[in-house]
């Protein structure tokens, strides 16, 4: 569309962010690069504890997160973004949280996903299954011995949701 503005979504795994050092780190990662959306996995926070990530510009921000210290996922949505969230979708694990919604008057699926390495092959299988309706941004972490197979299959399977307004990221695992 000419003339709207530019999103930029940024996504890293933190692999924790219990340390408050670690968290001040990381906010200033966020505040440094700037983008309209954020997406973290395996934040390792639980439900309790995440009122203690806080970023000023940051006031929209959603999480999945469990009550022990593992897997955990968040999507942050810049205040310069005029973002209304009719649908938020999580699992009790931490493992994904789906957004949907609009983004500056324009419709949006947001998914952040964590697969956890034991079981990903089956659980993306399963909770891509439970959320293909939904789908038309993806953010997942795959393991690197299935990312090519896995990112092929995954976009045949979802090329009837696939449009203009499809964006994919995540952390693949794939070197180049």
Not at 7 to 34: C, D, F, Y
């Amino acid at each position: 569309m000419p003339g709207s503005p530019q999103m930029t979504i940024i996504t890293l795994n933190v692999n924790g962010m219990n340390s408050p050092i670690k968290r001040r780190r990381i906010a200033e990662w966020i505040r440094i690069q700037n983008p309209t959306i954020c997406c973290l996995q395996e934040t390792h926070m639980r439900r309790v504890d995440t009122h203690k990530v806080r970023i000023k510009g940051w006031s929209k921000t959603f999480w999945a997160s469990t009550d022990r210290k593992k897997a955990g996922v968040v999507i942050m949505i810049s205040d310069k973004a005029n973002a209304k969230i009719d649908l938020i979708k999580r699992d009790r694990e931490g493992n994904y949280i789906l957004l949907k919604g609009t983004l500056d008057n324009e419709e949006i699926s947001l998914i952040n996903m964590y697969a956890p390495n034991n079981i990903a092959p089956k659980f993306l299988m399963e909770k891509l299954g439970e959320l293909k309706e939904e789908i038309s941004l993806i953010n997942m972490y795959a393991p690197n011995n299935i990312a090519p197979r896995f990112l092929m299959e995954k976009l045949g399977e979802l090329k009837e949701e696939i449009d203009s307004k499809t964006i994919l990221v995540g952390d693949l695992n794939q070197p180049l």
